[in-house]
C-alpha cells in the first residue's frame, strides 16, 4: 500500500520518496491525523512550502474533528511560525489566536503552552527586550523539561542563549547555545526543528565571531544535509554559511562554487534567508581577484535579494580608485547603521576606506569604536580585527613602532582560524612597518611571506600593491610586448571572464584565445591569470 511505502520512506528519510506515497495514498482514501503530519513535514524538507500549510491546516481540523485540542494547537503552532517566516503577521498572529484560546480551553496542562511561548520570546528579542526574552524561553525550557519535550526544550534552549547574547553576556549564551546544539547532532528532534536550530546557531555564533563554533556547526549541518540527498530545505543556507567559511580559509574557488549552488538550491518560501548572502559571497571573492564586473554583478544581484551590498561594494570602488565614491558609501552606510554587531562588520572597511583617504583622524575614531566593542563582545576574531585596524592606522598616522604590536596580535588569531588573505594582509603592514624602522630584513621576509600568499590565492589587487611597494614592479615599457588583441584579451581576463566567455566576446574560437592567453604569460614571463591581472593593474592596462 502507498501509505506503508510512505511511512518506510519516512523513516529512511527519503522525504521525496514518502511525500510521493503519502500524497498518492491520500487520493484514494483521506489521511488520518498521524500520517497528514507526515506528509506536512515531507512537504516541508522537499520545498513545497504551500502543501506544507494545507496538509497542517488539515491535519489540524482533523484533530478538532476528533477532539484533540491541544494537538490542534500545535499544528496551528507550526502554520504560525512559518507563516512568520514568510512575513506574513497577519495570518500566523490569527492561528496563534486561535492556539491560545484551544490551550485555554484544555483542562490538563499540556506542553503546547511552552510551544506557544517561543513565539512571544522572539518577539521580546525582536524588540531588543532579552530579559523578558530570557524569562520567556527559561520558563518554556521548564514545560519542555517536564513533559520530555525534546524539540521544545532544544528550542527554548537556544532562545535563552541568543538572549543573554543579547544582553551581552556572549561566553553564558553561547554556552547555553551549545547545549541546544548537543540535542541537535545527537539526532533527538525532528527534522525540521534541527533545521531551525541549526540555522539560528549558526546565524547567532557568526554575529559575535565565533568564528570556530560557527565553523563545527556549519560542518556538522553540512553532514545533516548530506545524509538526506532528498531534502531541499536548510541546504541552501548550509551552502551559503560553507562559502563564507571556505573564503574565509582561502578556498575561494570552492567558495564560489559553493554559494552558486546556495543560489541554485534555494526554495522560495521555504528557506529563511534568500540568497542574497551567497551573492554577496560571490561578490567577495571576485573583488579579491580583482573581477570587477563580475564583483559587480554579483553584488547588484545581493542587493535584488535584499542584502545590503556593503561594505564590500565600498571596497570595490577603492580597489578601482574612486576613493571619493568609496568613502560616500561607507560613511552613509556605517551612519545609517545603529546595532554595534553590525557596525563592528563595517568598521574595518570605514577604517581602511578613511585610511586611503587620508583621513587617520576619522580612522582612528572608527578602530576606537571597533576597540570598545570587541572588549565588550571578547571573542577572539573581533579583537583581531580591532588589532588589525589599530596596526594600519598607527602606521598611516607615522607610528610604525606602535603598529607592530597589534599586528602581531591580529596575526595570531588569524593564524588560529586559519585565515590566510588577513595573515598576508597583516603580515604586509608589518613589512611596511619594518621598513620604516630601517630593518630591511624584517620588511623583506614579511613582503614575501604576502605576496607568496596574494599569488597563491589569485588576490591580484593585493598582489600588485605588493610588487609596487617593494620594487618588483616592471618598467612599463615591458607592455608593449603584447599586440593590440593580446591586450585586449589580458583586459577581459583581469575583468574575471573566462576563456570561453572572452572567446564569445571577440567573436573567434576558445582555441585562439588559450593561444593569445600563453602568449601573454610568454611574453610578460608571469605564470598565471592571477599574476597577469596583477600586471594588468600595476601597469594601468585597465
Not at 520518496?17 to 515531507?42: H, K, N
Not at 490569527?94 to 492556539?99: D, E, M, N, P
Not at 549541518?221 to 543556507?237: H, N
Not at 611596511?432 to 630593518?439: E, H, K, V
Request: charged share 30%; glycine share 8%.
Amino acid at each position: 500500500m502507498s501509505v506503508e511505502r510512505g511511512r518506510e520512506s519516512y523513516r529512511r528519510r527519503a522525504w521525496g520518496d514518502a511525500y510521493d506515497a503519502l500524497a498518492r495514498a491520500d487520493e484514494t482514501s483521506p489521511l488520518g491525523v498521524d500520517d497528514l503530519e507526515r506528509l506536512a513535514v515531507c512537504a516541508f524538507l522537499i520545498g513545497a512550502d504551500d502543501e506544507y500549510l494545507r496538509a497542517l491546516d488539515r491535519a489540524h481540523h482533523a484533530c478538532l474533528e476528533i477532539g484533540a485540542g491541544a494537538r490542534a494547537a500545535r499544528c496551528a503552532f507550526w502554520l504560525a511560525l512559518r507563516l512568520l517566516l514568510r512575513g506574513e503577521t497577519g495570518p500566523a498572529t490569527g492561528w496563534l489566536v486561535r492556539a491560545r484560546r484551544l490551550v485555554e480551553r484544555e483542562a490538563d496542562d499540556c506542553v503546547e503552552r511552552g510551544y506557544l511561548l517561543l513565539p512571544a520570546a522572539e518577539q521580546r528579542l525582536d524588540a531588543g527586550d532579552g530579559e523578558a526574552a530570557h524569562a520567556l524561553a527559561g520558563v518554556a525550557v521548564e514545560i519542555g523539561e517536564r513533559f520530555g519535550e525534546a524539540d521544545l526544550v532544544a528550542c527554548a534552549r537556544h532562545l535563552e542563549g541568543r538572549a543573554l547574547v543579547h544582553q551581552g553576556r556572549i561566553e553564558d549564551g553561547l554556552a547555553l547555545l551549545d547545549e541546544a546544539m548537543v540535542s541537535v547532532t545527537a539526532g533527538e528532534l525532528s527534522p525540521v526543528m534541527t533545521g531551525l536550530v541549526y540555522c539560528s546557531v549558526i546565524d547567532s555564533c557568526q554575529r559575535v565571531y565565533a568564528l570556530d563554533r560557527a565553523c563545527e556547526w556549519t560542518a556538522a549541518l553540512a553532514r545533516w544535509c548530506e545524509g538526506q540527498p532528498q531534502m531541499v530545505a536548510f541546504t541552501s543556507a548550509c551552502l551559503s554559511h560553507r562559502a563564507e567559511i571556505l573564503q574565509l580559509h582561502g578556498a575561494w574557488r570552492d567558495a564560489v562554487e559553493e554559494a552558486r549552488r546556495a543560489c541554485a538550491r534555494f526554495s522560495r518560501g521555504i528557506d529563511r534567508e534568500p540568497p542574497g548572502a551567497a551573492r554577496y559571497q560571490q561578490a567577495e571573492v571576485h573583488r579579491l581577484r580583482g573581477e570587477w564586473a563580475a564583483a559587480e554583478e554579483a553584488y547588484e544581484g545581493a542587493s535584488l535579494w535584499g542584502r545590503d551590498p556593503q561594505p564590500g561594494l565600498a571596497l570595490l570602488r577603492l580597489a578601482q580608485g574612486r576613493i571619493d565614491a568609496a568613502a560616500a558609501a561607507i560613511r552613509r552606510v556605517t551612519s545609517a547603521t545603529t546595532d554595534r554587531l553590525e557596525r563592528a562588520r563595517l568598521l574595518p572597511a570605514y577604517v581602511e576606506i578613511a585610511l586611503a583617504a587620508r583621513d587617520v583622524r576619522d580612522a582612528r575614531d572608527a578602530c576606537r569604536e571597533l576597540e570598545e566593542t570587541a572588549r565588550g563582545i571578547g571573542t577572539s576574531v573581533l579583537d583581531a580585527m580591532a588589532a588589525h585596524a589599530r596596526g594600519a592606522v598607527e602606521l598611516a598616522d607615522g607610528h610604525p613602532r606602535a603598529a607592530l604590536g597589534p599586528l602581531r596580535r591580529a596575526r595570531q588569531v588569524w593564524q588560529e582560524v586559519e585565515a590566510p588573505y588577513q595573515v598576508a594582509r597583516v603580515r604586509e603592514l608589518a613589512g611596511r612597518a619594518c621598513r620604516a624602522l630601517g630593518d630591511d630584513d624584517g620588511a623583506r621576509l614579511e613582503f614575501d611571506a604576502a605576496r607568496a600568499t596574494f599569488e597563491r590565492l589569485g588576490a591580484a589587487p593585493d598582489l600588485a600593491r605588493v610588487d609596487s611597494s617593494t620594487g618588483r614592479a616592471r618598467p612599463a615599457s615591458d607592455r608593449h610586448g603584447l599586440s593590440p588583441r593580446e591586450l585586449e584579451v589580458l583586459r577581459l581576463m583581469a575583468r574575471g571572464r573566462t576563456n570561453r566567455s572572452i572567446a564569445d566576446a571577440l567573436c573567434v574560437s576558445e582555441k585562439t584565445v588559450d593561444r593569445h592567453a600563453s602568449n601573454i604569460f610568454t611574453k610578460l614571463g608571469v605564470p598565471s591569470r592571477a599574476a597577469a591581472t596583477a600586471y594588468a593593474y600595476e601597469h594601468g592596462l585597465l
